[in-house]
């Protein structure tokens, strides 16, 4: 039971993108308050940074019930729920009026530097679940401030926290000497300085998953526009070219989603750029032009480019954390009872069984992360899985376990798997595992820019699924 003195304290959620806002609804709904910290200056400041993607998930599957509530009476329409947003038209036309309606229960240019129990660091056990959560937040004009809290959702995401290029999950050695010619987020093509870094040069696009897709598609898209004579592509995998590399295709029941796997692969049959696989970048090295040059684990040197645009993923923020005592699984950084129902290494989006709070429960009783940040490493994160956890969580935080417990939706099959996968298991001990990235044999193979020009592609913080 939560102490009556710290019942009437705010209910803090981290982050005001598509699940933290949800959760703010679900906590209106429920009669509780609740104090939104927004690291960004907008609703949405994750979402709008990738503003130029759009999603292979419909407006349908992308708004949370209890925050349609919301909106509805202020007159808000919901778009076309067959058409697929940008992410700059969630934030603009959903995000930003959800905020609006909630007022100053959000802030902005507020970031999170540590959670904590009031009294009680890491090792305290004397009356620690007595006492309320204490938050320090630093705002963007210099403050900084102590807030109380009877519970806290982190929904941050991982938006901040791309992985790096190095097949080993650490910096290759010279990735941050090279930082003026990587970037870790799918390039806005359509802005003329971005266009101008890329149009008539060679790029490697390092990743296996929707963004890589969806960055190889917007530069072959690129090669063959006027101004973009010359522009190549070099994709480079940690995994080999298997049927399952590029997802559910036709039976993938998100269609968008599917399209962008298929139209991947036809560029592959393709051939217009070069694709390496079972790669595995060690260092990034300068030549005499001041080109970059990939070198693998296994020696292998590639051909000099001119850019590189790292696509391996996304990882939480733990750091404001520390005091907390979190239960998360070693390797997906995720909570314990969910880790092993979202591994990549055996499922995609769709096969990810709905959970909420029992899944999302720590140690720490009375914090939960949620959405992005709450599968860790793991890259097969939906937007219809975020809102049922922020339903569920807000349930058990309102002490009605009945509804927190109870399933209240059925995900899309599919076919997808994002992430490393099994990419050093044999193919006959992968099929048997139910793995479905297939053993990286050395090749060099080519992709041409053909159907990567379908328009609908992306993600939710572009790496993961959504």
Not at 148 to 170: C, E, F, K
Not at 369 to 385: C, D, E, I, N, Q
Request: some cysteine.
């Amino acid at each position: 039971m939560t102490p009556p003195a710290t019942a009437e304290l705010p209910v803090a959620v981290i982050g005001a993108g598509p699940i933290g806002l949800a959760a703010a609804a679900h906590l209106v709904e429920r009669g509780l308050v609740p104090l939104v910290l927004e690291a960004g200056p907008a609703a949405g400041a994750a979402l709008r940074q990738w503003s130029h993607v759009r999603l292979f998930s419909t407006w349908s599957e992308v708004t949370d019930e209890a925050a349609e509530k919301l909106l509805v009476p202020t007159g808000w329409t919901k778009p076309d729920g067959a058409s697929y947003p940008t992410g700059g038209d969630w934030a603009e036309q959903y995000l930003e009026p959800l905020a609006g309606v909630l007022g100053d229960k959000v802030r902005y240019g507020a970031t999170v530097t540590g959670v904590s129990r009031a009294g009680r660091d890491r090792i305290v056990d004397a009356d620690r679940d007595t006492q309320p959560f204490v938050l320090h937040v630093s705002y963007a004009d210099g403050r900084e401030e102590r807030v109380l809290a009877r519970a806290v959702i982190d929904a941050s995401g991982t938006w901040t926290t791309p992985s790096p290029a190095g097949g080993n999950g650490l910096p290759a050695l010279g990735e941050k000497a090279a930082a003026d010619r990587v970037t870790y987020r799918v390039p806005d093509l359509k802005d003329p300085a971005v266009r101008a870094r890329y149009a008539g040069r060679r790029t490697a696009v390092i990743g296996s998953g929707a963004s890589a897709f969806t960055a190889l598609a917007l530069l072959a898209d690129l090669a063959k526009a006027k101004d973009g004579s010359g522009t190549h592509a070099v994709w480079v995998l940690r995994r080999g070219i298997s049927g399952s590399t590029f997802g559910g295709g036709t039976a993938d029941q998100l269609p968008a989603r599917g399209a962008l796997g298929l139209a991947a692969k036809a560029a592959v049959d393709d051939g217009h750029a070069d694709a390496v696989t079972g790669f595995r970048t060690e260092a990034i090295e300068r030549d005499s032009d001041g080109r970059l040059v990939l070198v693998g684990d296994d020696g292998r040197r590639l051909e000099p480019v001119d850019e590189v645009i790292v696509l391996t993923g996304f990882r939480p923020d733990l750091s404001f954390l520390s005091e907390i005592r979190l239960g998360l699984d070693e390797r997906l950084q995720a909570p314990v009872e969910l880790a092993p129902l979202i591994d990549p290494n055996v499922h995609s989006c769709g096969t990810v069984y709905p959970h909420g709070r029992k899944e999302l429960s720590h140690p720490e009783q009375g914090i939960y992360l949620v959405g992005m940040k709450s599968y860790g490493r793991a890259p097969t994160f939906l937007a219809m899985t975020g809102y049922e956890q922020a339903r569920s969580v807000v349930a058990a935080i309102a002490g009605d376990l009945e509804a927190a417990d109870r399933v209240e939706l059925v995900l899309p099959e599919s076919g997808v798997c994002g992430g490393a996968g099994l990419f050093d298991t044999p193919d006959a001990q992968q099929d048997a595992a139910g793995g479905c990235c297939s053993a990286p044999a050395p090749q060099l193979i080519q992709i041409a820019p053909g159907a990567l020009t379908l328009p609908v592609a992306g993600t939710t913080g572009s790496g993961n699924c959504c």
